[in-house]
């Protein structure tokens, strides 16, 4: 059976916010080089369509990692399947997240990423469910606070599909 997408946040919605959060960044970066640093996959959308909005000059590097543990809970211990291409010694590293949840797997990523001596390093997601937080994390830049509800689109899966909606939806009947 297909599933049923109710829609959560349209896609103007979507695009009107993330070109107030580019023009913020774009702000607060002035005279610098923002190196977007994206985990695959699901950040990869709103990676793209944040970096087409920043004013001033970017660079990208993609990573990919998984969290040990069980489906349905990430124990938050990370390991890099993919790593950066480039060091972050000296850059201005801003990471794009989609989503934070319980924040295990984001709170050991940065740890990570401040292990590598980045000039600075600041967060950027497209969506947060506060009330789901068990590790803190210090959040820059949220697009959108959103309910405990399991969401899908603009980048974000259900086993792997739906990340090419355009727009953030939650699975009705699964
Ligand atoms: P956590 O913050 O370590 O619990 O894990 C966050 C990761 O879980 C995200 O990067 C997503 O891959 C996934 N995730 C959490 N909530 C959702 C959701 O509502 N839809 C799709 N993926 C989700
Ligand atoms: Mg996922």
């Known amino acids: 059976m297909e599933n049923d997408i109710r829609i959560l946040i349209t896609e103007e919605e979507v695009e009107e916010k993330i ?7 774009s702000a607060d970066y002035r005279g610098r080089t ?16 944040l970096a087409k909005r920043i004013t001033g000059p970017v660079t ?5 990692v998984t969290s040990y543990g069980d489906d349905t809970k990430s124990s938050g211990v990370v390991r890099i399947v993919k790593d950066l291409d480039d060091p972050l010694e000296g850059k201005d590293v801003l990471l794009v997240e989609d989503i934070i ?4 797997t984001l709170h050991y990523l940065m740890d990570i990423l401040k292990g590598r001596k980045p000039e600075s390093l600041k967060l950027i997601t497209l969506l947060d ?14 697009c959108f606070e959103i309910p405990d509800e399991f969401v899908v689109g603009y ?4 086993a792997q599909r ?10 009705e009947h699964v």
């Not at 739906?162 to 699975?171: C, E, K, S």
């Open 155 to 158: 980048g974000l899966d259900h």
């Open 101 to 104: 949840d319980s924040g295990r």
């Open 60 to 64: 990208m590097d993609f990573m990919s």
């Open 162 to 171: 739906y990340r090419n909606l355009p727009f953030i939806g939650v699975v």
């Open 19 to 25: 070109r107030q959060v580019a023009a913020r960044v």
């Open 129 to 142: 469910k506060p009330d789901r937080r068990v590790k803190p994390v210090r959040v820059d830049y949220t």
């Open 34 to 49: 923002v190196h977007l640093v994206s985990v695959l996959k699901g950040s990869v959308f709103f990676a793209c369509e």
